[in-house]
């Protein structure tokens, strides 16, 4: 996860973020979302340019090179509906990640954090950096020689951030935009200065000089290049987790600040430091209880559960207010004047300061808040939270949601049978959520108190099946939605709720029968469970109960991964059969009357849907392995779907043909023709587009679709075909694709192939 601020306003008003892969401008006024696709995996943090218009976005590393920091401009062009994107990459050879990034207040210099073991920091000119490496791009094949003999172009400083007991150790960067002069008058003010912060420590980086020749110069401490000094907490405050950064100009009427600007840090606790910056060094002259503990979270090492704290804060451009988010849910607003290091410790009583707090799940506990940015032309403050929204709080409508998300591993997802934008997704976190495609926006939610894992609408719309990670079975009334929330588990006649633990382990695959008279729950525990929806579907077996179990189904080695019905037949109205997958690679098939496995060829039968990955129609989506590498087994591709061909042909008919969406664990999305019999079948894919030359690679081979940024977990086609939704794993994203029916191949003529996108 993020460690540092990841949410800013733009010059154009618009809220600039990422998710997964995918960096993300969004117009909040229209509620539409433009893309910069530039990496290929985890974005892990993100920095403004003073400019409001340019980004910088820095990944995990791939299998097709190092992490990047990738600059790029935010602004959309109205012409072409897109944004500008990338203006400069700086790749990082020998680093598993970029997990902190900072411009200068000029914007010229920017600070690069990497997780290896010494979070080494490097600082660069980075307009320098970037048109040296695509000069010598365009001389040779591969990264520059620069590169490999460790000269980097551009690079002014490489120094240890520091290392601890916990990972990682450094949090975040941030350089003071007030600066202070040296000796030599050829310093600019703007790149004085900066801090490195996180596990108990801050540390201060000054630009020194060798000489009065020396430009350029260097950072660290005392002529040591590459050496922070660090900060001195207050002999009452033992040392604390810095989780976020502020500064305020110098003021020379203030003795104790000797002079340098105020840095104003966040603590884990809640507090708010304030540190002397002058000509003694970087020391904490003040201590403000500032906002409340909040709910306990996994730390950003992982493992135990700790406090959030206050992990964002901003100085507005007025310059006369502070404002700081903390893990109690709150808002509050500092009136700069009364922030001074007179005194070493005050209450934050005696500081004029506004508070405004978010509302959570059916008003209750509000959510932490992680990220925070001012809106520079009104009182407007954005807010990310530890739940994956995003909140705006303004004077006309207050707190306000702008976007939602998940905060858990998002692996549950259906689409809705008879509304025809509707969608459901369901993470570990516990919540349910129900989507408008068209409108893009959420229609509803509900917190389950399980972890849910699978779910599945019945054919008539009205119920939600929700499998859970810890055995649970709940069935959801879609119909009861008040004020955006459920409000009931589907009862029976005797008043008891339709929520069964038949199961120990986790149930991954919910699905109704196409005639809504039974449901399937596949699970960990090896076993199908059969339920009568009705209570009457099966004549002879039935008990009149709603939801009642029917049979186990046995006969897997291992835990079921998907499973499908068998297609309504007019003329066998009660036939059911299903067919599915185990974690073992088997394919079985069962009657689901009588509850036996099916034993004889149904190679003609006709499947409703189309979701086990295994079978002869679906034979063809596994890929080779390349030379070197070993060859895919069962656990690479997570999911399919088999959806139509959107639109209609010349005598205005529904199209015949079909395709196949399939995801993996690379975080591809790939489109099949269906079905897919050929090994090794060709599919459409989204070729890489990076500049030759640079540590990224080109890709060759077919790739599928780039967005996911981890394993993706699920695939659905809307109901019209003409829509596809994936959900990631531990990119926690919901994406949201368009099939273009013009691009799609037709018999007898030839089209550009389809390009799905996210939008």
Not at 65 to 89: L, M
Not at 449 to 469: I, L, N, R, Y
Not at 544 to 568: C, E, P, Q
Not at 683 to 702: I, N, Q, S, T, Y
Request: proline residues 5%.
């Amino acid at each position: 996860s993020n460690t540092a601020n990841n949410l800013f306003y733009n010059e154009d008003d618009h809220a600039v973020y990422y998710t997964a892969a995918v960096g993300i401008v969004f117009d909040r006024h229209v509620h539409k979302q433009y893309f910069f696709h530039g990496h290929d995996n985890d974005i892990k943090c993100m920095a403004m340019h003073p400019d409001k218009r340019i980004v910088a976005t820095g990944q995990v590393g791939s299998t097709t090179g190092p992490p990047i920091v990738c600059i790029w401009d935010t602004t959309v062009n109205k012409k072409t509906g897109q944004i500008k994107g990338r203006v400069a990459q700086l790749p990082f050879e020998g680093a598993p990640a970029v997990i902190c990034l900072a411009f200068s207040e000029d914007g010229e210099r920017l600070v690069c954090i990497t997780n290896d073991l010494d979070h080494t920091v490097h600082v660069f000119d980075w307009a320098t950096a970037d048109a040296t490496l695509n000069e010598l791009a365009g001389t040779r094949k591969g990264a520059p020689t620069e590169l490999e003999t460790g000269v980097f172009p551009g690079l002014i400083t490489v120094g240890k951030g520091g290392k601890g007991d916990s990972f990682p150790h450094v949090y975040g960067v941030s350089w003071n935009p007030y600066g202070k002069y040296d000796k030599y008058d050829a310093l600019k003010n703007e790149w004085s200065e900066f801090v490195t912060y996180g596990a108990k420590h801050v540390k201060l980086w000054r630009l020194h000089h060798s000489d009065k020749n020396d430009k350029i110069g260097f950072y660290g401490k005392d002529g040591k290049q590459g050496v922070g000094e660090m900060g001195k907490f207050s002999p009452t405050l033992r040392p604390t987790d810095i989780m976020s950064t502020a500064w305020l100009p110098p003021r020379g009427e203030d003795q104790a600040l000797n002079g340098g600007a105020i840095l104003v840090t966040g603590t884990r606790e809640g507090d708010v430091l304030l540190w002397n910056t002058g000509k003694k060094g970087l020391n904490c002259v003040r201590v403000l209880e500032a906002h409340g503990k909040g709910p306990l979270i996994p730390a950003l090492s992982g493992g135990d559960l700790t406090l959030s704290g206050v992990r964002a804060m901003m100085i507005r451009d007025d310059g006369e207010t502070l404002v700081t988010g903390g893990g109690d849910g709150k808002v509050l607003w500092w009136a700069t004047a009364a922030l001074t290091g007179a005194t070493r410790s005050a209450s934050f009583k005696c500081i004029p300061h506004t508070t405004r707090s978010l509302t959570g799940d059916d008003n209750k506990t509000p959510p932490p808040i992680r990220a925070l940015d001012c809106h520079k032309h009104s009182s407007d403050v954005m807010l990310g939270t530890h739940r994956c929204d995003i909140w705006e709080i303004d004077d006309v409508n207050g707190a306000h949601p702008m976007a939602y998300g998940h905060s858990g591993d998002v692996r549950a997802l259906a689409v809705h049978p008879t509304e025809k934008h509707i969608f459901a997704t369901g993470s570990e976190a516990g919540r349910l959520h129900i989507w408008n495609a068209k409108l893009k926006m959420l229609k509803a939610k509900v917190n389950l108190h399980h972890p849910a894992v699978g779910c599945g609408f019945s054919p008539d719309g009205k119920h939600v099946a929700v499998g859970c990670k810890d055995g649970c079975l709940l069935i959801l009334n879609y119909k009861n939605i008040v004020n955006g929330y459920f409000k009931q588990v589907v009862q029976r006649a005797d008043g008891s709720r339709c929520e069964f633990h038949h199961c120990n382990e986790a149930i991954d695959e919910v699905k109704y029968s196409p005639d809504g008279a039974l449901l399937a729950a596949g699970s960990h525990d090896n076993f199908i469970d059969i339920y009568d929806v009705t209570g009457s579907a099966v004549p002879g077996r039935s008990n009149g109960v709603l939801y009642h179990r029917l049979h186990r189904l046995k006969g897997h080695s291992s835990y079921i991964t998907h499973l499908d019905w068998s297609a309504y037949d007019p003329k066998q109205p009660d036939r059911r059969v299903l067919q599915s997958t185990c974690g073992a690679y088997e394919l079985l098939y069962y009657d689901a009357n009588t509850g036996k496995q099916v034993r004889h060829s149904l190679r003609d039968e006709r499947w409703d849907t189309q979701t086990c990955t295994l079978g002869f129609s679906v034979m063809g989506i596994w890929p080779k392995s390349k030379p070197g590498e070993k060859s895919a087994d069962g656990t690479d591709i997570n999911a399919c779907d088999r959806g139509p061909v959107p639109g209609r042909d010349a005598m205005g008919r529904r199209n015949k043909g079909e395709l196949l969406a399939v995801v993996d664990d690379s975080g591809r999305v790939k489109l099949f023709n269906y079905p897919c019999v050929v090994k090794h079948a060709p599919f459409r894919r989204m070729e890489w587009h990076d500049r030759p030359g640079l540590a990224r690679k080109a890709v060759g081979d077919c790739v599928g679709y780039v967005a996911h940024s981890s394993h993706v977990t699920n695939v659905r086609f809307a109901n019209d075909g003409a829509h596809v939704v994936t959900v990631g794993g531990f990119d926690r994203a919901v994406m949201q694709w368009r099939v273009d029916e013009d691009a799609i191949e037709q018999k007898g003529a030839t089209k550009r192939r389809p390009e799905p996108r996210p939008y």
